[in-house]
Nanobody, 120 residues
């Protein structure tokens, strides 16, 4: 089970840090990712990180503004979001899978999502 937190309303240019807490064991082969779905849009990839290494990947739309990190001792993954824009408004989902992939269907476990609203 994955539980996201940290979403709220923020003004453009502001920052937020989202957290994702995984209950149960996260295997070393796991990949943790963030996806988002904006109003009227399809779900899109944001960032991923391998559980056993520092390997990570960010979507072009968030490079230079967002960062993904993890705390293995806490079984948590974070998404630090800086320089937020109105187009970042979305429900943000945490996901766990075993493939180093930007495709949502390759992730088998999902959180319930947390709403981020950026006011312009």
């Amino acid at each position: 089970q994955l539980v996201e937190s940290g979403g709220r309303s923020v003004e453009a240019g502001g920052s937020l840090r989202l957290s994702c807490t995984a209950s149960g064991r996260v295997y070393s082969s796991s990949v943790m990712a963030w996806f988002r779905q904006g109003p009227g849009k399809e779900r899109e990839f944001v960032a991923l990180i391998r559980w056993h290494s520092a390997s990570e990947l960010l979507a072009d739309s968030v490079k230079g503004r967002f960062a993904i990190s993890k705390d293995k001792a806490k079984n948590e993954v974070y998404l630090q979001m800086n320089g937020l824009k109105a187009e970042d408004t979305a429900v943000y989902y945490c996901a766990k899978g075993s493939q180093y992939s930007t495709r949502d269907w390759e992730y088998t476990t999902w959180g319930q999502g947390t709403q981020v609203t950026v006011a312009s």
